[in-house]
Structure formats: structure tokens, C-alpha cells
């Protein structure tokens, strides 16, 4: 076999095996995802929302993030604000068990069996009958979610079944989850958390400085826990915990239907809120000889019941100020664009063009060693532009990445042809 010969024959085997390879294995992995979104990355403006498989079944998806959007009032909470109770309504300032009983009661009584309390019920010596009224009002609520602060500490506790239920694995989150805070347990003693029914979300993360940006994940032993506001948006929606996805860096899909949220890589909101007034605020003494039109009937689920009070910690005055706000932002993704698809060519057509490259390539194999050089250059140039080209202007995912594995191949194995061949004239001639 002549050394030409031998050469094209080297090329085209393993351009061959490298383009089908790639063609046959790469789609739908992280490898395609990021040479997708490398290539969107270079005419739409980020953040922007990737979905599919980048198979002919389910091809690449864009959405892209308006900047400019701000979160709908519409989707803003009915806030039931606990203050300093100033009359003496109450049995107690702070509130007592049996307090917070009196006002969950009148929630169930005004027709709020979705309910969620961001204030946080703790107490180190609680009164036991008072207590006991507290639990069995809890248990009452079609749903229910709860706070807690969270802390990390020389010596971690367990984590109580509200939370567990309301978290899911490291393994089911997407990135680097040793960028997200870490806690180890509740930052007070002697919280309840309600029964079996029961969801937990923390409320402030105490390890962490506060940020404009709303933190809402954190990482617990083996698990991801979720914030408080977004477990309401779950919980307002009908959406099960499992369905949630997670890309770190990326966004949080709250179900396959539901709103996608922006993220950093630390499990916070990408963008900083903004002060945004509740759908409608009503005192926690109100509630005692409210009206049955006291909840308006056109607000979405659930009622929440805030702390208010002059004397609680800055970082929770900062939560409850920023709660309205951060929910309506959760809760809706119309800072969104229409789902644009990216379907690839037909599997003949696909082919075809490997196949011509394929071609292409063993015969470049054959030139001088410049125009070998320039030949390689110029067939990765093309198989660039058209992609960028095909992604931009005509809406098309082409395999590009087969195309330069097949380069890569060739490449290579042309030198290595060569190499070989003046390897065996050197032991020829000695």
C-alpha cells in the first residue's frame, strides 16, 4: 500500500469512527447543552432558559430573560401582619401559643385553609395547654407551610420531618452544589413546626450576610432545602416538591408547566427586588371580629401571616419587608419569551453531511503540508459559521460537533500516518 494510500485510509477510518461516534452519543448530553448555549450565547442576550434533550424528538429550546421585568402585584400574597399590639389585644407581647391559636383559627374561620405563618413560632418554656391548642389548630389546614431560621453550628442536629419533606437530594441538583450555604440546624430553640402535613422553609439563613439578592436553597447534610417563600409558591400552585429542577448558575424550574426562576451559582435570586405592597395587609387584630370578605376572594392562595414587630432581629425585618416581593417574583415567569424550538435536520440529511466532510478530509489529506494546514482551518471555519448561521438565522441545531470531532480525527490521524511512514523508511534504511 503506498504511503498516500495508506494515509487516506488512516483519515477516513477515523474521521469516520469519530463522526459517528459523536453523532450517535453526544446529543442530549452536557457536552451538546454547552455547545448549544455557547453558540446562543452569541446572539441573545443573557440570562436566558435552555430546555430539551437536543435529540430529533425533543430538540434544544430557548427562552430568553427580559431584564427590564418586574414582578406582577397581581401574584403579591394577603399578608396578616403580627405587630406590637399596641391595645393589648392579646394575651401576651410577644405572643403566646395560645395568641398565635386565636389568629390561625380565625384564618380557618375566614376560609384560608391554605395558609403559610413567615413568623416564626418559638418558644423556650411554652405554656402546654397553649400549646396543645396550637398544634391542633395547625393540624386543621388543608395546607400548610412554616419558617424557620437556619444556622451552621459546631454541632449539627437532626433535621425535623417538616423540612425533610420539604427537600430533596444533592444528587438531584445540576452544578456545584458546594457553592450553596451550608446549615446544620435551627438557629432557635423550641420551634414548632406543626405535624405530618406540615412544610418548612427557612425563613433567614443566619450564616450568611444579607444580600439584595433573596437566597433559596441551602444545602443540609445530604439534602437541599428550600426557602420559605418558595415552598408558598409550590404551595399555591398545587406543585409536589420531586418536580422541582435545579441548575445552579442557571434557573429553578418549579415543575414542567411552571414558573422558571433565575439563579446565581449560590442558590439566590439572579436579579435584586425591589419593595413590592402586598395584595391586601391586614392586622392579626383585625382578624378577631373580621368580616367573612375580610380575605378578598380574588387573592391567590395562601394567606400569610408576617412578623411585623419593631423588636425582631434586622435580618428578619429585612425578610418580612422583601416577602411580598420575592413571592410575586417566584410565582410567575412573564418576564419570559415564548419557547422558541431548534429542531435538528433529518437524519439523511445529517448524514449526508458528514459523510461530506468525511470526504473532504481524505482528500485534503493528500496536499502539500501548507495547504493541509489551510484546508483543516478553513473546513473548521465553515462548519463554525454555518452553525452560527443555522442557530441565528434559520432556527436549526446542525452537528457540528461531530463535524469537529471528525477534524480532530483527521487531524491527528494524519500525523500520525506520517509519522509512521517515516518511522518505517528510517528502519528501512538502517
Known amino acids: 500500500m503506498t504511503g498516500l494510500c495508506h494515509r487516506r485510509l488512516c483519515v477516513g477510518v477515523a474521521a469516520t469512527v469519530a463522526a459517528f461516534g459523536i453523532w450517535g452519543y ?8 454547552a455547545g448549544f448555549m455557547t453558540v446562543v450565547d452569541g446572539f441573545a442576550n443573557p440570562p436566558f432558559f435552555v430546555s430539551g434533550s437536543g435529540v430529533h424528538v425533543s430538540p434544544w429550546q430557548l427562552r430568553t430573560f427580559s431584564s427590564n421585568s418586574k414582578p406582577d402585584k397581581r401574584q403579591a400574597p394577603v399578608i396578616v ?6 391595645d393589648g389585644i392579646f394575651q401576651s407581647s410577644p405572643l403566646a401559643p395560645v395568641d398565635f391559636a386565636v389568629v390561625l383559627r380565625n384564618f380557618q374561620r375566614l376560609g384560608a385553609n391554605k395558609a403559610a405563618t413567615a413568623a416564626v413560632l418559638a418558644w423556650e418554656v411554652p405554656d402546654p395547654s397553649g400549646l396543645l391548642a396550637l398544634e391542633k389548630c395547625l393540624d386543621r ?20 420531618p417538616s423540612f425533610r419533606r420539604a427537600s430533596v437530594p444533592l ?22 413546626l406543626g405535624g405530618e402535613a406540615t412544610f418548612a422553609g427557612f425563613s433567614v439563613l443566619e450564616s450568611e450576610d444579607s444580600s439584595r439578592y433573596a437566597p433559596l436553597l441551602a444545602q443540609w447534610g445530604d439534602r437541599v432545602v428550600f426557602s420559605f417563600s418558595l415552598l408558598t409558591v409550590l404551595q399555591r400552585l398545587n406543585l409536589s416538591i420531586s418536580g422541582v429542577e435545579v441548575r445552579l448558575g ?10 422558571i426562576v433565575r439563579i446565581d451559582q449560590y442558590g439566590r435570586l439572579a436579579a435584586p427586588l425591589h ?36 423588636a425582631v432581629e434586622t435580618a428578619t425585618r429585612e425578610f418580612s419587608r422583601m416577602l411580598s416581593s420575592t413571592i410575586a417574583a417566584l410565582a410567575c415567569d412573564d418576564g419570559l419569551s415564548r419557547l422558541h424550538p431548534y429542531p435538528r435536520l433529518r437524519m439523511g440529511w445529517e448524514i449526508s453531511i458528514l459523510l461530506v ?19 483543516f482551518i478553513a473546513l473548521v471555519g465553515v462548519c ?24 480532530a480525527a483527521a487531524v491527528i490521524a494524519g500525523y500520525f500516518s506520517l509519522w509512521y511512514q517515516s518511522r518505517r523508511r528510517l528502519d528501512q534504511q538502517a
Open 171 to 192: 444528587a438531584a441538583i445540576h452544578g456545584d452544589v458546594n457553592a450553596l450555604p451550608i446549615v446544620n440546624r435551627l438557629a432557635l430553640p423550641g420551634v414548632v
Open 250 to 259: 442557571e434557573w429553578i424550574k418549579l415543575s414542567t408547566k411552571g414558573p
Open 141 to 160: 389546614f388543608e395546607s400548610l407551610v412554616m419558617a424557620a431560621p437556619l444556622s451552621r453550628g459546631a454541632v449539627s442536629s437532626i433535621m425535623p
Open 81 to 86: 401582619s403580627l405587630g406590637d399590639d399596641v
Open 26 to 33: 453526544v446529543p442530549g448530553t452536557w457536552l451538546d447543552r
Open 275 to 310: 419593595p413590592l405592597a402586598a395584595y391586601a395587609e391586614i392586622s392579626a387584630e383585625d382578624l378577631i371580629d373580621g368580616g367573612e370578605n375580610l380575605f378578598p376572594k380574588q387573592a391567590p392562595d395562601p394567606v400569610i401571616l408576617r412578623d411585623d414587630r419593631t
Open 384 to 407: 463554525l459559521s454555518a452553525q452560527w448561521i443555522a442557530v441565528g438565522m434559520v432556527s436549526v441545531w446542525l452537528p457540528g460537533l461531530a463535524i469537529l470531532a471528525a477534524i
Open 357 to 375: 466532510y468525511i470526504i473532504l478530509l481524505t482528500v485534503i489529506c493528500g496536499a502539500s503540508s501548507f495547504v493541509r494546514g489551510l484546508g
